[in-house]
């Protein structure tokens, strides 16, 4: 009953206690922690910047695999070949992890992939996810040899996910509406919707960052089929006429619109979500009136193809 089993052809015993466990079967890794994460971290780069490029420029697709399955993979992969070169503690791979996260950020920064105004929008999400997948992939290294190859499996899936995704990734379109009380008679307001001398530029934060703010804008021709130019500070939006009351209502479509955005960086860049995946569709203004005041409501249709849409 000591734990020992008999080998009928041999005759001999064996303790139980000699037989190694499973949680035994490896030994700990012996590198270093420098050449290890230097090692991870640049793997974790270079696998992370194909991957941008790769669902970006190739599949043309801002979508799940792109902000959520890029920065897993990279997690994953730069934690999975840290604690197996490394016996790394879960802080030590969740600090790597965070490292190679912000070293392929300040890559895409460095060459022109990227903006600073999108990379800093994106960075919480990511960052958290990358750290998902550095949970996993450190489990999968201290498990031993089997369990990389399912974390080869994922890296290899993921093109085929970005496929999948660039042609089931349908525009959604949204209203955005806002109202604003003005001390002044609905022919007043009128005159300053169809066209609009230029004003300052704003102050505020978001849009010394380079969100698109608007300068002014003018109107050729009366009624419907008239044209409205309505200047940003990236371009104009050309806003043919489709429904025209004066001191009450005024619709548009949008047949050209500018850039959201210009982004910050030290030189001229266009990264590829610049165009296409903000859509502005129409718009209308309507005018309110309550005797000494107007107010003035304004709707906005417009598409968006970035993914996962509630953080976007």
């Not at 300040?106 to 994106?122: H, R, T, Y």
């Not at 089931?168 to 609009?196: C, G, K, M, Y």
């Not at 934060?205 to 698109?212: D, E, H, I, Q």
């Amino acid at each position: 009953s000591g734990g020992t089993f008999s080998s009928a052809r041999s005759g001999t015993f064996t303790t139980a206690a000699n037989i190694p466990r499973a949680s035994e079967s490896r030994s700990e890794p012996g590198g270093q922690r420098l050449p290890s994460s230097l090692l991870s971290m640049a793997v974790g780069a270079i696998l992370g910047l194909f991957m941008l490029w790769l669902g970006v420029v190739f599949f043309g697709s801002y979508g799940l695999a792109v902000f959520m399955g890029t920065p897993f993979l990279i997690g994953l992969v730069t934690a999975y070949l840290f604690r197996r070169r490394y016996p790394a503690s879960s802080r030590d791979t969740l600090e790597v992890v965070a490292m190679t996260v912000l070293l392929v950020a300040g890559s895409a920064f460095v060459i022109g992939f990227e903006g600073a105004v999108c990379l800093l929008m994106v960075a919480p999400i990511g960052l958290v996810v990358a750290w998902m997948g550095g949970i996993i992939g450190r489990l999968l290294a201290s498990w031993g040899e089997a369990p990389a190859r399912g974390a080869f499996l994922i890296v290899v899936l993921w093109p085929g996910a970005a496929i999948v995704e660039a042609g089931t990734n349908p525009s959604l379109q949204r209203e955005v509406s806002s109202s604003v009380l003005i001390a002044a008679p609905p022919d007043v307001v009128w005159r300053h919707v169809i066209e609009f001398s230029p004003i300052p530029a704003p102050e505020s934060l978001l849009f010394r960052l380079g969100v698109a703010y608007p300068t002014h804008a003018e109107i050729a021709g009366v009624g419907v089929g008239a044209v409205r130019y309505c200047h940003f500070s990236t371009g104009a939006f050309v806003e043919p006429i489709t429904a025209w009351e004066p001191e009450r209502r005024l619709a548009f479509d949008v047949v050209e619109s500018p850039r959201p955005l210009t982004e910050l960086s030290p030189w001229p860049i266009e990264p590829p979500h610049l165009d296409g995946y903000l859509v502005p569709r129409a718009g209308e203004f309507r005018l309110i009136d309550l005797g000494d005041h107007t107010r003035l409501e304004g709707s906005t249709w417009y598409e968006q193809r970035l993914r996962p849409e509630g953080y976007w």
